[in-house]
Each structure stands twice: as C-alpha cells, then as structure tokens.
C-alpha cells in the first residue's frame, strides 16, 4: 500500500499569516496517463471532507485562490495564505493512482492563535 | 444540485449485519466510481470500498470477505452490505464519488454490546 505522511501534525496561525502543510508518498503518484494523483481535503468540525484540490495543484470551482498545492512525484504541499477563521479544520492529503487501496495521510489540524 | 444522502447506520451488536444507502441525485451513480470512505471517531479517513462504472468493485483488506458494495442504477443509489461486524468497524461512513468532489453527510455506524 502507498503510504501518506503528512507534517506538521498540528498547526496554529495567525490570521492573515501563512500555513503550509506536506505530504509525502511512498511511491510516486504520477500515473502514465501524465496525470499526478494527489489530492487535499479540508474536513471543518462536524462536517464531511470537502475537496480543496486535485492533481497536486487544480483548484476545485468556489475554492479561494488562498489555497495553492504544489509538488511533483512523491512530495507535495498545501499552503494557505492569509489564514482566515473559516480554514480551521483538519486537511487531508490523498492518493488516487490507480493502485488501491487509496490512502490519506493522517491529517493535520489547523487552529486559528 | 449534485447530492449524496447516506442512510442505514445505527447500533448493531458484534457479529450483526446493517446495509447502508447512499441516494445520489444530480449525476448518474452507473457512470461514476463511487466510494465509501469511513472515519472512526476521532481518527482520521479510511478508504473502504469502490464500485467501478462497469461493475468491478475492490475493497480495503480490513472489509474484505465481509462487505460488500453495490449499486441499484434504477434507484440511483449506492450500498454497502456490512456483515460480520466487528467494533472496530464503529465508524461514520461516506459515499464519495470519483473526484471526491462530492460527499454525503455521512451515517454513523455503531457496533457494541
């Protein structure tokens, strides 16, 4: 299985501050059809994941352009800038190469200082 | 809108069975590669099972040779037939279709004496 590790665990920012997030894979996530599987999830209290990102770095429609995602084979990051009230929750990297099973990482949590 | 209501979930004891539903509206669960993901409570995401658009379906190691997946096309809906459950399948399950741009509230699923 692809195993996915995400640091920092926890992360407490400063509104208007910057946070990023990492995510690592144990294999590379790029697929021969050119594409690179990676994906992020922010999962605010007591609501479900909502997709932030696909394919490392494209922004799903109505997602602020604070969220970037960037990185390539088996390192990849999530920043957010100018953390806002709204971003607290706890982010989630994930696999989709069509190898399964599809894995997360552990999940970081992000609170607001 | 594109929707997905899960429905199913509940107290059961060890070794009991629950089917769980995932209604879809707004897209057609036949041509997606629909999911369940699940997180047990305080913990972080579990991908569970899929059901491809040609009806293959491939599940996690944990859930092998005691779930099953499956979908009603006439219904639009998705199931997850849990058999043989164990506490540590106590989870809130989701349905996800392909993309993971789309998740349902997720249903709470308890097993315990």
């Known amino acids: 299985d692809i195993v996915m590790t995400q640091t920092p665990l926890s992360l407490s920012v400063t509104p208007g501050q910057s946070a990023s997030i990492s995510c690592k894979s144990s294999?590379?996530?790029?697929?021969?059809?050119?594409?690179?599987?990676l994906y992020w999830f922010l999962q605010r209290p007591g609501q479900s994941p909502q997709l932030l990102i696909y394919?490392?770095?494209s922004r799903l429609s109505g997602v602020p352009d604070r969220f970037s995602g960037s990185g390539s084979g088996t390192d990849f990051t999530l920043k957010i800038s100018r953390v806002e009230a709204e971003d607290v929750g706890v982010y989630y990297c994930?696999?989709?190469?069509?190898?399964?099973?599809?894995?997360f990482g552990q999940g970081t949590k992000v609170e607001i200082k | 809108e594109v929707q997905l209501v899960e429905t199913g979930g509940g107290l059961i004891q060890p070794g009991g069975s629950l089917r769980l539903s995932c209604a879809a509206s707004?897209?057609?669960?036949?041509?997606?590669?629909m999911n369940w993901v699940r997180q047990a409570p305080g913990k972080g995401l579990e991908w569970v099972s899929v059901i491809y658009s040609g009806g293959s379906t491939y599940y996690a190691d944990s859930v092998k040779g005691r779930f099953t997946i499956s979908r009603d096309n006439s219904m639009n809906t998705l199931f997850l037939q849990m058999n043989s459950l164990r506490a540590e399948d106590t989870a809130v399950y989701y349905c996800?279709?392909?993309?993971?741009?789309?998740w349902g509230q997720g249903t709470l699923v308890t097993v315990s004496s």
């Open positions: 994930m696999q989709g190469i069509h190898l399964l099973p599809w894995t």
């Open positions: 294999q590379s996530l790029l697929h021969s059809d050119g594409k690179t599987y």
């Open positions: 996800a279709r392909w993309g993971f741009d789309c």
């Open positions: 394919e490392v770095s």
């Open positions: 707004g897209f057609n669960v036949s041509s997606n590669y």
